[in-house]
């Protein structure tokens, strides 16, 4: 994962970036109003003048003449202004008019450059996603038998899942929607329906982050042991969906047992949905969790049970020519 100190130099530079190339846009635009407007070119050499006066007067102690110089300054500002106005041509805006896209307050580290250095990290945690491979148009139910064993039919409780899934996306809310506990045997598609949301509403512009269980968990330990901060941690319980992938895969540790519940409980106050996806039964959460772990995903998750043969293993066959 990306470090820390990594993600807040790549925002700085591009801060510095982004300016560098507002401002040429801008002095293009400039240039190219003055060469229908002599004006403005004298007043620009005029400002040019007075700002080398001013400079030696403030120095000499002259206030009165340091103040009417001021005062000009303001008035062929003014004018500058109004004569590229004229033309559709607005003052300089700056992307974050606190800091002035300097990446600075008094000192301090803007939210602008927080905020750019986070999704950074957001990026790295969630990237090299088969996205493209894992859509709601290419999840294949014939895959799923269309007969019943003991009452259930997997092809139409499959259905069933897909249009709940589809449905999650459309009416999807960062302070609304629900938890998501899908559950099932390996190979029956919870990973693809997993990032079959993720990837539509990454596209909606959501900030969603999505990781395998091992990974994230074993992220947020090694950032906490080796006191380089938690910014894996504070990602997962601020995004406005965090999926997890394959829970039941993490190396377990009195540690990792109070990380999971306290993201969980996070998450749910603040009304952040999660979706978690894992192979263990319900009874399997009980026995590998703690009680307040297990009670909070069996009673504020909405569970979908995934039925059929395993799939991942039918293509894997298919494409072997067996």
Do not use: W
């Not at 507002?22 to 229908?36: F, R, T």
């Not at 400002?47 to 030696?56: E, M, S, V």
């Not at 007067?57 to 003014?78: V, W």
């Not at 969790?289 to 504020?300: E, K, Q």
């Amino acid at each position: 994962m990306i470090k820390r100190e990594d993600a807040f130099a790549k925002a700085f530079e591009i801060k510095k970036d982004t300016l560098l190339k507002n401002k040429e846009i801008y002095e293009k635009k400039i240039l190219s109003a003055e060469k229908g407007e002599p004006k403005l070119t004298q007043i620009n050499r005029d400002l040019a003048n007075l700002g080398t006066q001013i400079a030696i007067t403030a120095l000499s102690g002259d206030k009165d003449t340091f103040l009417s110089l001021q005062n000009k300054i303001t008035e062929l500002t003014d004018e500058k202004n109004k004569i590229l106005k004229s033309k559709g041509i607005e003052s300089f805006k700056y992307e974050c008019p606190d800091c002035k896209d300097t990446g600075y307050i008094e000192g301090k580290i803007c939210d602008c450059v927080k905020k750019t250095a986070k999704d950074i990290i957001t990026c790295e945690l969630s990237r090299m996603l088969p996205i493209a491979e894992c859509r709601f148009d290419n999840f294949d139910l014939n895959y799923y038998p269309n007969n019943e064993t003991d009452g259930i039919n997997p092809q139409k409780k499959m259905t069933q899942i897909l249009k709940f899934c589809r449905e999650y996306v459309i009416n999807f809310s960062p302070l609304k929607s629900e938890n998501i506990l899908f559950m099932g045997d390996a190979g029956l598609g919870k990973t693809h329906l997993t990032l079959a949301i993720v990837g539509e509403l990454l596209g909606k512009g959501f900030d969603v982050v999505y990781g395998s269980s091992f990974n994230l968990f074993s992220a947020i330990e090694t950032e906490h042991f080796s006191h380089n901060g938690d910014d894996t941690y504070n990602i997962l319980i601020s995004c406005d969906l965090f999926a997890i992938d394959d829970l039941g895969s993490e190396f377990m540790s009195p540690y990792i047992q109070s990380v999971i519940l306290n993201i969980i409980n996070t998450r749910m106050m603040a009304k952040k949905p999660t979706i978690i996806s894992t192979n263990l039964s319900m009874f399997d959460i009980q026995e590998r969790y703690t009680p307040r772990v297990a009670s909070r995903l069996i009673g504020n998750f909405t569970a979908k049970k995934f039925f059929g043969a395993d799939v991942r293993q039918m293509k894997a066959l298919e494409k072997s020519g067996k």
